[in-house]
């Protein structure tokens, strides 16, 4: 077999991981990585808090640098070489190098493209005014250090409440600036459902960040030393340092002017084994659609893990091997001032707009048992398919143990489990650690009880909600600090002798706190005749709403 | 259908989990609990953290109490009544009131026999000397603070270093009290891998602890103020407080004589409704056998969760439903002076006793990522079929993140997962939490590199390490610092250049830091025709044996 050349456009995560398992699989193949940046297999996730001073040295970004790629992989990266064309016909690319502007072509066997996705710039009056960033490279984030240094900033507007916005405005924040966050639509991180960020939503304001929901930015002007950022809404934000963090957009114009399939979202399409359209040209990572794990839609996913599980299966491919990605389920954290919300599968919201059919429910158990100290409580979302209790999705916020619940449940979702396997599920359990039942199993026994039909969930956003009975079963005086209107009290502790105070031919809706005591007191209620159900996860669900 | 009568001997987890699902299911049935002891439904498992005062009030500890099961679940609980006997015959209990003395009968429908285990006390001279205790109730916890404060206790023997026996250690020394800690096997926590634990011993001694292990108790002498604990080598040790943590033993008697099916290893006999061998009794928790979901042996196992899901699926079982138990993975966590210690599973040693065919590996990837402040190293060792990669097993060690990675393998275990599974998992990830390649990925891939032949993986403790070529391929500052006697030092960063060195016909085992680079070099050796594997872990698993 003559050598054979694998090149590949782009070095981070999905490109280097792709490169690095190239030359596992081959010592003779030639790899070259073109990487239009400085930097190749750097941490792009760690750099808003380099921008915060969080983490002090550039250096501990580079994951991996030209040189160890050389020694280690016998993989030549040309750093500053931009990938202009691809000639599909002759397999050859077109390059620019940018230091001496030389251009040149390369002959390829296979061509991996991993050229990532870019921060959206919307083209907004102003958009190009110093002291406005966007941040996806290490430059980027060297250049805002430095505008924060030099301008002495005291003021910054971050434009985007995602998990990016969301971590520049903590960093921000971390270096005793003032941050405005400015969110077009009327949560932060909107990839959630609504309920889940209102905890996110309080800390940020909690920690002096002015949370402006349903603000559109509409231009940007210059006023002596500062940006003024104006809103649809006829605001006017003034600061001396713009964060731009409106989401990404897959890097595909390559692709595209080489004529590869792209997919509605404007990603390159790829087989089940990274290859495109072209047989000879795979793609990989932010700049590719791929399946979602659970809706089996098409999706664009801008996340590590995901890249370099791509990376690995592209190499494997070109390789002649049999793997096959077998798509994202959109698994995800952020951490913002002590609180950490993670999801993984889909959102009610996406549920609802694919019309697929889900059930949920809340809670708000502790992260482990109450009676050690120091228990925080983790609001919980839990999404179900109605007919058979496939696990749909999940998502968490709370300040400590949140994560490790999501990722239990992603590998329960990953591996088509059920509400009725989180029921079963045997998961470590000390005072400090969990609980005998553990937050999982418990939301695992409230979807189940719930499909067996032993205590229906209602919903606090459900349409039966004003021509049933509500009866709060909370003690008299949690009843008087703060009730659902239109409720009447019935506390858990005398409901079996005011039976009679109920009607028979009403649906009669429950809630308590949480949701436990409306749990027993639905059982007491439908053993005795009534058609009752759980409002899911009680009084404290009812106020995120 | 006339009402049913379930009595229930024994109030604390399986007990009072099957009375209250019980009621859920009934209204109408009655339903008494039995409890020889004080106390119900009391948190067990924080005991030492009673004792160490960090669970500082007593009535924290009561999950419920009596007047709660009879106002919110109609369900009466007789504390300090003891069952003495079972007619099964007849369907009638005898029952003792402690407090009045008074012997009386109750007839049942269904019985569930919940008496849970008992601390084991081997008969040792002096074992009754004041001063000595046991832990396994509110009371025994109550008289071992009673003893610390009025005997002002400098110094502590604990016997027995499994999880009960550190978690007091670490309680004690926590009030300030000395301890040695004697444990008669090799090594703490008996039922994880040796190598697993070092850490913990390390650990142990590093706070102060004197752990002696190894070390057989063979008596207990009162001298003035002391009692001097003997082991069989000949030590003394005196104290003015000794802790028996020696395990406990299931509390059979009352189903031994009443003629019910008991295993091999003492417990009840139960099927997979928690049935015993007779119709019309149940049983649940700590006293009954069950069977271990990876190696499908009967096994017995004083954990609360598996009690509680016992518990409901008794109740279920009487209620004519047809939940069933799918048995242990004997998933386990213990904190210890800011180490946490879990398991999941089957260990080594049970699949060597068992002649299961497995094969191991050892890592020890940061529980975030190395470029984020704070990352601490877990050591984890994963064991699965050399078969088909099914999951058998897994442990590990480290001060954070520990008991997430392990909750996720539980979680694919439980769903019959691979090693190709754990490759694929989709876990949360930003810098401060995990890495775009979590260590449960990592274990997933290096184990599936095994499987597949890539990078075939060398054991320490195996018996080709003495005729292979053991290749160290760190660099040699590090080589120098020490390494594992009779290997050769061959840098990765210089191994392309010095292939000629090493033989082709001999089997080359390679070892870095802690497998990554060896990982790397045995990939470029096996590419070039040579017989080379990784031995697990590395130096950093070599100096754990």
Not at 72 to 88: A, C, P, Q, T, Y
Not at 516 to 532: E, K, M, S, V, W
Request: glycine share 8%; aromatic share 6%.
């Amino acid at each position: 077999m003559t050598q054979k050349r694998i090149l590949i456009v782009g070095g981070v995560a999905g490109g280097a991981s792709c490169a690095a398992r190239s030359r596992r699989l081959s010592e003779e193949a030639e790899i070259v990585i073109f990487e239009r940046g400085s930097f190749v297999s750097f941490a792009n996730c760690g750099l808003p808090y380099y921008v915060g001073n969080v983490i002090a040295e550039e250096k501990k970004l580079l994951v991996a640098t030209t040189d160890l790629f050389k020694q280690r992989f016998n993989i030549e990266v040309r750093i500053k070489n931009e990938v202009l064309s691809i000639d599909r016909q002759n397999k050859k690319i077109t390059v620019k190098n940018l230091t001496t502007n030389e251009i040149y072509q390369e002959r390829y066997d296979a061509l991996v493209l991993a050229p990532g996705a870019s921060p959206i710039r919307p083209p907004l009056p102003g958009i190009d005014l110093p002291g406005i960033f966007a941040l996806r490279t290490i430059p980027d984030s060297r250049r805002i250090r430095d505008w924060i240094a030099e301008r002495q900033v005291k003021q910054a507007v971050v434009v985007g409440g995602g998990f990016i916005g969301l971590e520049m405005t903590e960093n921000l924040v971390h270096r005793g600036i003032a941050v405005t966050l400015l969110e077009m639509t009327s949560q932060v991180i909107p990839i959630l459902d609504r309920e889940m960020v209102i905890p996110v939503q309080e800390r940020l304001r909690a920690h002096g960040v002015q949370l402006c929901l349903e603000k559109e930015v509409t231009q940007f002007e210059q006023q002596e030393n500062n940006i003024l950022v104006s809103t649809r809404s006829g605001n006017r934000y003034p600061a001396q340092l713009v964060i731009i963090a409106l989401g990404v957009r897959p890097e595909s114009k390559l692709a595209i002017e080489a004529g590869l399939e792209i997919g509605d979202k404007g990603g390159i399409r790829v087989n089940e084994q990274m290859r495109t359209s072209d047989e000879s040209i795979w793609a990989v990572g932010d700049a590719v659609e791929v399946r979602d794990y659970v809706t089996k839609e098409w999706t664009l996913i801008a996340l590590a893990g995901p890249a370099n599980r791509q990376g690995r299966i592209a190499a494997d491919a070109i390789a002649g091997r049999s793997s096959t990605f077998r798509g994202v389920q959109g698994t995800a954290v952020c951490g913002i001032f002590g609180l950490t919300v993670a999801n993984t599968g889909a959102s009610e919201k996406t549920l609802k707009r694919l019309k697929m059919p889900y059930e949920k429910i809340c809670l708000h158990p502790g992260h482990h048992v109450s009676y050690f100290p120091g228990a925080k409580p983790i609001d919980l979302k839990l999404l179900f398919s109605p007919k058979d209790g496939r696990i749909l999705g999940a998502q968490a916020v709370g300040e400590e143990g949140v994560e490790k619940r999501i990722d239990v449940i992603s590998m329960a979702i990953q591996r088509h489990s059920t509400v009725f396997d989180l029921e079963e599920a045997e998961l470590c359990y000390a005072p400090q650690f969990g609980a005998a039942k553990d937050p999982v199993n418990f939301a695992g026994m409230i979807a189940a009880n719930a499909l067996r039909g032993d205590a229906p969930i209602a919903q606090w956003d459900g349409s039966d909600l004003t021509e049933s009975v509500l009866v709060d079963v909370r003690e008299v005086g949690e009843f008087e600090a703060g009730h659902v209107p239109g409720a009447i009290n019935v506390p858990l502790s005398q409901l079996r002798d005011r039976l009679h105070e109920l009607p028979k031919d009403k649906k009669i809706l429950v809630y308590c706190q949480v949701g436990q005591r409306a749990y027993y007191a639905t059982r007491i209620l439908r053993l005795n005749g009534f058609n009752a159900s759980n409002l899911t996860g009680g009084y404290k669900t009812w106020k995120s709403y």
